[in-house]
């Protein structure tokens, strides 16, 4: 009886097992397994999606991911620092902003702070308050990051021109683009200041006069901006190559092949190259053609949203983006509900990085490793505030009012003071798998160096 009943419990799971089928998908063009409807609880009830992906990461994507939050969230403590008065403000008012810099608790923002000396200069009050500051250098790249994005700002406007132009009202809603501001290089005072420098491609419009919703309207049609970028790398056109308003482009349907790069973990999927030959060489229509009459869901629907996902991340500096601020713009980009599903299928094009509270994708053929391919001035500039974050000194009691004003003439150089401060530094050091052993968020020490690991040993 007792064997009876092991195989009675074997069973089920036995004949969920042999219901398993493979068949081509249509859509795109793989072989996929269809499990029961058992199979499917006995797969998903117990793990999260993060957990099942683990065996898919691309390490150096994962890495990039990371590095870019470092620099992001430095960034985004200048630009708040650099619009008070004095540029200077207690620490306390800055953990009012931890959901903008996805700085998840325990992580403490003054230990961030204290992390990035050559940036932020940190004291207390005679009343004990502690207050930040920035350091000489980091006012140097502020006004250096102003002048590149003035600098490239002719190239920003024409990103956002063509991105309502992809648009099915040719307008989008101001504080959804907004969510892109980094991402595009768009100046901090974008909505109320630099929408209106470039009334020829667009304008601020509204409902009515009680709306607070402002929407960006496009103003003209430009159809040399009707290229995509992958039919300007067809016609051997360089990027800033296309700008004659005069041209004649009609956007249709099209039949380019989207460059794929595997890892080589994933190396198995070329059994199935035939049917990835089939997606490719299907013809798809134009992200900046009219797509309301293509039905969700079709071969033709879902083509065209790959491509259009292709465009948008093309304009991105760092070609990738944080997938639910895409997920805003599934209608006016008409794109399936499924975005998520859409990019995961389409590993070879996209990556999506599934590790953390906030998902990202990337477009694998702008990276080589973890680096990418070309880098704009503004890639440039953050690698350069990249290099100044991320030291690590021994903790000293931080100095009162009192002690600043008392030590104000000693004669020491600002270096020398921070040298004085640190006790010893340690340089941007490489990422070790151990920082990407589960899902948590990572602060800036464990990216910069695996101190608890290297202390511990």
């Not at 325990?106 to 932020?120: G, T, V």
């Not at 290099?387 to 003439?409: H, M, Q």
Request: a neutral charge; glycine letters at 4%.
């Amino acid at each position: 009886m007792a064997t009876t009943r092991r195989v009675f419990k074997l069973a089920p799971m036995s004949n969920t097992l042999s219901k398993a089928t493979e068949h081509l998908d249509p859509h795109f063009g793989f072989y996929v397994s269809t499990w029961s409807k058992n199979q499917h609880r006995f797969m998903t009830s117990s793990k999260r999606v993060q957990d099942r992906s683990k065996n898919k990461r691309i390490h150096d994507l994962e890495i990039a991911k990371e590095k870019w939050k470092i620099a992001n969230r430095v960034i985004f403590l200048m630009e708040t620092l650099k619009n008070e008065p004095e540029m200077v403000m207690p620490v306390r008012s800055l953990e009012q902003n931890r959901k903008q810099m996805s700085l998840p608790k325990p992580h403490s923002i003054s230990d961030l702070l204290r992390k990035c000396p050559k940036l932020f200069e940190l004291y207390k009050d005679k009343n004990g308050v502690l207050w930040c500051g920035m350091t000489k250098k980091a006012e140097d790249l502020v006004e250096e990051e102003q002048r590149i994005i003035e600098e490239n700002e002719d190239k920003v406007a024409e990103y956002v021109t063509r991105f309502l132009m992809m648009s099915v009202d040719k307008r989008l809603r101001l504080d959804k683009i907004a969510h892109f501001r980094r991402d595009f290089g768009l100046p901090i005072d974008f909505r109320t200041n630099w929408v209106h420098k470039y009334p020829q491609y667009f304008k601020v419009v509204k409902r009515d006069e009680d709306d607070e919703i402002g929407f960006l309207e496009l103003v003209s049609w430009n159809p040399a901006w009707a290229i995509t970028e992958l039919e300007k790398r067809a016609m051997g056109m360089g990027v800033n190559e296309v700008h004659d308003h005069s041209i004649s482009h009609n956007p249709g349907l099209l039949s380019l092949p989207f460059p794929l790069k595997f890892p080589s973990t994933y190396k198995k999927v070329y059994r199935y190259g035939g049917k990835i030959e089939h997606f490719q060489k299907r013809s798809y229509l134009s992200p900046y053609a009219d797509a309301r009459g293509l039905k969700a869901g079709s071969l033709e629907f879902d083509k065209r949203a790959v491509a259009v996902m292709h465009e948008l991340l093309s304009f991105t500096i760092e070609k990738r983006l944080v997938t639910d601020h895409l997920t805003h713009f599934r209608w006016e980009l008409v794109m399936p509900q499924k975005l998520m599903r859409l990019l995961l299928k389409h590993f070879g094009i996209f990556y999506v990085s599934e590790r953390g509270k906030r998902f990202s994708v990337f477009l694998t053929e702008a990276y080589e490793g973890s680096e990418l391919i070309e880098k704009g001035p503004l890639v440039l500039w953050k690698e350069k505030v990249l290099s100044l974050a991320g030291y690590r000194g021994k903790k000293k009691k931080i100095e009162t009012y009192s002690d600043v004003s008392d030590t104000e003439d000693d004669g020491l150089s600002e270096d020398e003071h921070i040298r004085m401060q640190l006790g010893q530094e340690d340089t941007m050091g490489s990422l070790e798998d151990t920082l990407l052993r589960d899902n948590d968020e990572m602060e800036i020490g464990e990216v910069c160096n695996a101190y608890e690991d290297t202390e511990a040993s």
